[in-house]
């Protein structure tokens, strides 16, 4: 099965260790206003759309961001699954919140 890796901001971290885990798909880029929530919901429940229960977040960026993606995906699919950055590599964290 593919799986998607959503990236939460496109920045100038290299997220080239991440493509182990699935296709890269970011969310978003650049500055963002921490106070856009509506367009971020709206904007990551879009590019989410056809997500399935075995893809990624990858936190970075905002607090909010990140709170926004998570939300919207553990809403969908009743999990959260997360690549955190350590050490140069990433590392999978996954939770059933059913």
Known sequence: ???NVFI???SSHDFREAKKFGELVF???GKI???ATNSMVRE?????????PDDFIVPCSLNV?????????????????????K?????ER???LS
Not at 65 to 85: D, E, P, Q, V, Y
Not at 87 to 91: E, F, H
């Open 27 to 29: 969310l978003s880029e």
């Open 44 to 52: 990551f429940t879009d590019l989410m759309k056809d997500s399935s």
């Open 87 to 91: 050490d140069g590599n990433y590392i």
């Open 8 to 10: 939460v901001n496109k």
């Open 65 to 85: 961001m990140n709170s926004i993606a998570c939300a919207i995906f553990a809403h969908k699919h009743g999990t959260l699954n997360l690549l955190l950055f």
């Open 94 to 96: 996954n939770h059933i």
């Open 1 to 3: 099965m593919d799986r």
């Open 33 to 35: 206003s921490r106070y």
